[in-house]
């Protein structure tokens, strides 16, 4: 079955960086782009961009440009998110989703995920 | 960009309708037909219940269903039980390559 598995938790100092990884199984990874949401405690999701495996074009939100970096390696079918100069308010769920593929229709959109990894807990404290 | 507006939380009793709002603007909501939905029980990860505004993935329960008018979208759920208390949100294109989603809404099944 389709299913993305995500790194374990990480614990980061402010100014750090950290690297979370997402390996994908179950279907060809270069053909569905990889997008990565955000959750804070009690808070709700942010979306924080997309990587097409393939080409590994990416499209970041405004708010993380210049921080984040999505990558991947296409040999272990595995996307990666790099988030930098971590601060306090960037403690959260960090979640991998593949784009959702319509099959009836061959279409699919920026906004539609599924499945989702089962998330990365991030931690910045001092 | 700015969050989708969806009300903090909303409660309804077994086996009756509820409808969740999902409120953007002109360039995100009613610009493009392309809403979904996710449904995410605590400590899970989130799952898609509409896609296309109104569309079911595979395995989504009919008593889910969505819709759109102007710039709002939204979720309707018939026939509420015990496992649809949960947190939903919305998301919509916003054009550019962009996604936003809605602050979330929490059913309360009383």
């Known amino acids: 079955q389709v299913q993305l598995v995500q790194s374990g938790a990480e614990v980061k100092k402010p100014g750090a960086s950290v690297k979370v990884s997402c390996k994908a199984s179950g279907y060809t990874f270069t053909s569905y782009d990889i997008n990565w949401v955000r959750q804070a405690t009690g808070q709700g999701l942010e979306w924080m961009g997309w990587?097409?495996?393939?080409?590994?074009?990416?499209g970041y939100a405004q708010k993380f440009q210049g921080r984040v970096t999505m990558t991947r390696n296409t040999s272990i079918s595995t996307a990666y998110m790099e988030l930098s100069s971590l601060r306090s308010e960037d403690t959260a769920v960090y979640y991998c989703?593949?784009?959702?593929?319509?099959?009836?229709?061959?279409?699919?959109?920026?906004?539609?995920?599924?499945?989702w990894g089962q998330g990365t807990l991030v931690t910045v404290s001092s | 960009q700015s969050a989708l507006t969806q009300p903090a939380s909303v409660s309804g009793s077994p086996g009756q309708s509820i409808t969740i709002s999902c409120t953007g603007t002109?360039?995100?909501?009613?610009?493009?037909?392309?809403v979904s939905w996710y449904q995410q029980h605590p400590g899970k990860a989130p799952k898609l219940m509409i896609y296309e505004v109104s569309k079911r993935p595979s395995g989504v329960s009919n008593r889910f269903s969505g819709s759109k008018s102007g710039n709002t979208a939204s979720l309707t759920i018939s026939g509420l039980q015990a496992e649809d208390e949960a947190d939903y949100y919305c998301c919509s294109y916003a054009g550019s390559s962009n996604v936003v989603f809605g602050g979330g809404t929490k059913l309360t099944v009383l």
């Open positions: 990587m097409n495996p393939n080409s590994g074009n990416t």
């Open positions: 002109s360039s995100d909501v009613g610009s493009y037909n392309l």
């Open positions: 989703a593949r784009v959702f593929y319509d099959f009836w229709s061959g279409y699919s959109s920026y906004n539609w995920f599924d499945p």
